[in-house]
């Protein structure tokens, strides 16, 4: 039976996806146990302004990619790339990102390419 738990991050390819974006941040990290430990560790209070944002966009464009790809695979038995949906999860959070903020300092390629100097930004 599939559950939250196994099709948000258990799965094989939504924990390659979680590490995939997660090496974007720099970040090595281990399989917490729930959604719920996740959420707890992610929204980690520590980071402030644009980061924060960053962060938050990450990790909910990050389920979002994971309940369209589901998707795709159960009612148009399609399949995809890993390495697509990373790209397609970091092309989402620039564009937000972009949009919120109105960043024009950079396209969105430059941004997903260069976050360390987006996160530093101060807006």
């Known amino acids: 039976m599939e559950t939250p738990q196994h ?3 258990h ?5 390659d996806l979680w590490s995939l974006l997660l090496d974007w941040w720099h970040v090595r990290w281990v399989c917490p146990p729930s959604l719920e ?3 707890l560790w992610w929204f980690d209070s ?22 369209l790809v589901r998707n795709d695979y159960v009612f148009k038995n399609a399949t995809t790339c890993m390495r697509e949906v990373g790209e397609l999860v970091k092309t989402r959070v620039a564009m ?3 949009s919120k903020f109105e960043i024009t300092l950079y396209t969105v390629e430059e941004f997903k390419g260069f976050l360390d100097g987006i996160r530093k ?3």
């Not at 799965?11 to 924990?15: D, E, K, L, Q, V």
């Not at 520590?46 to 309940?67: D, G, I, P, V």
């Open 37 to 39: 430990d996740l959420a």
């Open 96 to 98: 937000w990102m972009k």
């Open 11 to 15: 799965c094989n390819f939504s924990w």
């Open 46 to 67: 520590r980071f402030k302004n644009l980061e924060k944002h960053l962060r938050e966009a990450t990790f909910y464009a990050t389920l979002w990619s994971l309940w």
């Open 121 to 123: 930004l101060r807006i």
């Open 7 to 9: 099709l948000f991050l």
